[in-house]
């Protein structure tokens, strides 16, 4: 439907509110901020992959450098935070 950026960032915000709606977020707080920001980070490295303006302006030799680069910081935000919030979800 949109650029991939922006369904994944979709479906972890989604899965996000349901978290929040069983109470798990506020045993992991800080873990789900993380996983937050990851989600922020696809949004914006969809933009860069959808609008034909930008994609144009950062993209060299077929690589858009903007999609690129913030979907590697959201995979990682997300990584950290999902892990994170696993480990203090399994010690309380």
Do not use: R
Request: net charge negative; glycine share 10%; hydrophobic share 60%.
């Amino acid at each position: 439907m949109f650029g991939t950026g922006i369904d994944v960032a979709v479906g972890l915000l989604l899965a996000l509110v349901f978290c929040q709606y069983l109470d798990i977020v506020k045993k992991a707080e800080k873990a789900f901020t993380w996983i937050v920001t990851g989600a922020v980070s696809f949004l914006l490295a969809g933009v860069f992959d959808s609008v034909a303006l930008i994609s144009t302006w950062v993209t060299s030799g077929g690589v858009n450098y903007g999609f690129a680069l913030f979907s590697v910081v959201g995979w990682i935000l997300v990584l950290v935070g999902s892990l994170w919030a696993m480990y203090q979800l399994l010690v309380e």
